[in-house]
């Protein structure tokens, strides 16, 4: 099993969008993490876009679209 040091060891791709203020945050706990994405919403976004698919992403303007439907389908019955 490669170690963090094996020149064979797979590296992390560095996301895309880290900024210079991201990387003067140093996160060692839970409550860390929480305190950065209140105090920044844009990484809090940023974040959601990197753990939840695309489907889940669109979810909130499928409903937004669904519910005008319903309205203008309620509005002719």
């Known amino acids: ?3 963090p040091m094996d020149p064979t060891a797979p590296t992390l791709q560095e996301p895309s969008g880290i900024t210079p ?3 003067g ?3 060692t706990s839970f409550a860390d993490l929480l305190r950065a994405l209140q105090a920044h919403p844009d990484w809090l976004q940023r974040l959601r ?3 939840l ?3 889940l992403l669109e979810l909130p303007r499928k409903m937004a679209e ?3 439907r319903v309205e203008k389908i ?3 019955v």
């Open 25 to 27: 945050w140093r996160v």
């Open 21 to 23: 203020e991201m990387e």
């Open 66 to 68: 669904l519910l005008r």
């Open 53 to 55: 698919t695309t489907e």
């Open 49 to 51: 876009e990197l753990i």
């Open 74 to 76: 309620e509005g002719v």
């Open 1 to 3: 099993m490669p170690t």
